[in-house]
């Protein structure tokens, strides 16, 4: 079956940078279309991340110019490379497919970003 388990979160202070990780099992990430979503308090969960089985990305308005989604195909994981980071970026992260998201999803990884 298919599970996703993210890595890399901590605590931060604004302007400093973390690499998420996720490991996945059951689906094939360089054949499928992945992103990086997050969830912060009180928000619904949002896609900040895509990167397709072509090696096209897409990124929010919210984070382009300070993330970067990319994958190791050996070993079947996705990678989220945060930089600038800033206090609105405090979220759980999360990958999962894009679109049509698993119904699975992993437990995530805390960010938390002090101003």
């Known amino acids: 079956q298919v599970q996703f388990v993210e890595s890399g979160g901590g605590l931060v202070q604004a302007g400093g940078s973390l690499r998420l990780s996720c490991a996945a099992s059951g689906v094939t990430v360089s054949i499928n279309a992945m992103g990086w979503y997050r969830r912060a308090p009180g928000k619904q969960r949002e896609l900040v991340a895509a990167?397709?089985?072509?090696?096209?990305?897409n990124y929010a308005d919210s984070v382009k110019g300070r993330f970067t989604i990319s994958r190791d195909s050996a070993k079947n994981t996705m990678y989220l490379q945060m930089n600038s980071l800033k206090a609105e970026d405090t979220a759980v992260y999360y990958c999962n497919r894009v679109p049509g998201a698993y119904a699975y999803w992993g437990q995530g990884t805390q960010v938390t970003v002090s101003s």
């Open positions: 990167l397709s089985s072509s090696g096209s990305t």
